[in-house]
């Protein structure tokens, strides 16, 4: 079946530019985790939804970043004033419960670069 | 302060042999130790996990070892295939269900 998907790929954007990345995940997947990976870093956690519900937003780094998820399904990381210290590789993930936090699917990301 | 450590930033190990990629962590309320492997543009795939109570985990050609005393853990991987080639993450869980990553290691494996 369709894995995680996240639009655009790749995302290139002036400072103080507004942008929005998209993440479809898998079907029937209720919890959904958004991640922000820079150059020679692992993945750090930014914002974790159970169903429409933020459940932890506690690593959302200040409060330019905002995450909905309306409907429970597709889930959008709004950016705003962006500054060249957000350029990074946005990932998403999804997972059938919340509770199996490893049961993670990720998505390919979405290189941001500010410039 | 980084609660998991790959301090390896980079191993190579010839095809056939065994790959071993080491992370150590701090914070002994993990529950959870997890491998990730990655790709480059594709997102990160779980590999293999451990929990907190055992000390192995073994699933085909890849072990997980798990030394509570130490906060050290390893993966093995033998024998090395050239589709191993990659780059590896150690991470931790705990009960508010948050991983987190190491810097990862990126494996080189040689013809």
């Known amino acids: 079946g369709a894995g995680v998907s996240q639009t655009p790929s790749n995302k290139v954007t002036e400072k103080g530019k507004y942008v929005e990345l998209r993440c479809d995940p898998i079907?029937?997947?209720?919890?959904l985790y958004w991640y922000r990976q820079s150059l020679g870093q692992g993945p750090e956690f930014l914002i974790y939804?159970?169903?429409?519900?933020?459940?932890?937003d506690s690593g959302l780094p200040n409060d330019r970043f905002f995450a909905v998820r309306p409907e429970g399904s597709v889930s959008t990381l709004k950016i705003q004033r962006t500054e060249r210290g957000d350029s990074a590789v946005y990932l998403c993930?999804?997972?059938?419960?919340?509770?199996?936090?490893?049961?993670?699917?990720f998505g390919p990301g979405t290189r941001l670069t500010v410039t | 302060d980084q609660q998991v450590k790959q301090n390896s930033p980079s191993l190579s190990v010839q095809e056939g042999r065994i790959s071993i990629l080491n992370c150590d962590y701090t914070?002994?309320?993990?529950?959870?130790f997890l491998w990730y492997k990655k790709y480059p543009a594709e997102g990160p795939t779980f590999l293999i996990s451990?929990?907190?109570?055992?000390d192995k985990n073994e699933d085909g050609r890849f072990t997980v070892f798990l030394n509570k005393s130490a906060k050290h853990l390893s993966l093995h991987i033998v024998p090395s295939q050239p589709g191993d080639s990659a780059v590896y993450f150690c991470?931790?869980?705990?009960?508010?269900?948050?991983?987190?990553f190491g810097k990862g290691t990126r494996l080189h494996i040689l013809p």
């Open positions: 993930a999804s997972s059938p419960s919340g509770t199996s936090a490893y049961e993670q699917y």
């Open positions: 079907s029937g997947h209720t919890a």
């Open positions: 939804f159970q169903g429409t519900g933020a459940a932890d």
């Open positions: 914070n002994s309320m993990f529950d959870y």
């Open positions: 451990i929990s907190s109570i055992k």
């Open positions: 991470a931790a869980t705990g009960d508010d269900d948050k991983i987190i």
